[in-house]
Each structure stands twice: as structure tokens, then as C-alpha cells.
């Protein structure tokens, strides 16, 4: 029963970053990516273009991504510091210096100056 135990124990942060993850790539879908990984703090979105432009970008970051971070049941962005929206040679793209707190400002306030906040903390990568 210990061992049983031990084993549920160490599989639950698996489990649930999992599950988190999954979240992500559902709400991402629409934009067919070739891949959504999650690690030391950055989202990396990685799409099947050539380019990545703003208009590409601001719609993932919005309503693909921050959109799941406007519910209260939502932690699938918990530990995430910044997104990353690149092109499938992963030599361009666009980066948002933020996370959770980030997302939640940007679903808080008006289109216009939700897309300004969104570019204001925007690099390219």
C-alpha cells in the first residue's frame, strides 16, 4: 500500500502539468502548430509558417492562450513567464514578457488597449 501510494504521489505533478499542457494545444488547435511545449518558464508555440506575423501572433496570444487563463479553474498558465509564438524553422517570431498576471490584465480591459499592453510587452525572438 506504501509503494502505491509513493507511486500516486510522484505522478500527480505529472498528471497535472499534463493536463495543462493539454489545455493549451486544445486552445491553440485552430492554428494547426507543429508543436506546444512548456518548460523553465516559457510556452513556445511553434507554427507551420514561414513567418509569423502580429496579426498571427496577437490572435494565439488572446484568444488562443490568455483566453484559458480567464476563468478562475484555469492553471494551465501557472507557471508560465513568457510565450513564445515562432515559425517552424524556429529562427522567427515574437515574444510576450509575460504570464498569468499578464493574461488576466489583457482580458480585463478593452480590445484597443488590450492589443497595446499585448505589443508593449512584445520582442521580437
Known amino acids: 500500500m506504501i509503494k502505491f501510494s509513493l507511486v500516486i504521489c510522484l505522478l500527480l505533478p505529472a498528471i497535472s502539468w499534463a493536463g ?3 489545455d493549451i494545444r486544445q486552445s491553440t488547435a485552430k492554428w ?3 508543436a506546444v511545449e512548456k518548460a523553465h518558464g516559457k510556452l513556445v508555440v511553434i507554427l ?3 513567418t509569423i506575423t502580429k496579426a ?3 490572435s494565439i496570444v488572446i484568444d488562443g492562450i490568455c483566453s484559458l487563463t480567464w476563468s478562475d479553474k484555469s492553471t494551465s498558465m501557472d507557471d508560465v513567464d513568457n510565450i513564445l509564438v515562432i515559425n517552424k524553422n524556429k529562427d522567427q517570431g515574437l515574444v510576450f514578457e509575460g504570464g498569468k498576471a499578464e493574461c488576466i490584465k489583457l482580458g480585463g480591459i478593452k480590445q484597443e488597449t488590450s ?3 499585448l505589443f508593449e510587452k512584445t ?3
Open 56 to 58: 498571427i501572433y496577437k
Open 48 to 50: 507551420n509558417d514561414d
Open 32 to 34: 494547426n502548430p507543429e
Open 115 to 117: 492589443e497595446q499592453l
Open 123 to 125: 520582442r521580437d525572438f
Open 20 to 22: 495543462s499542457i493539454n
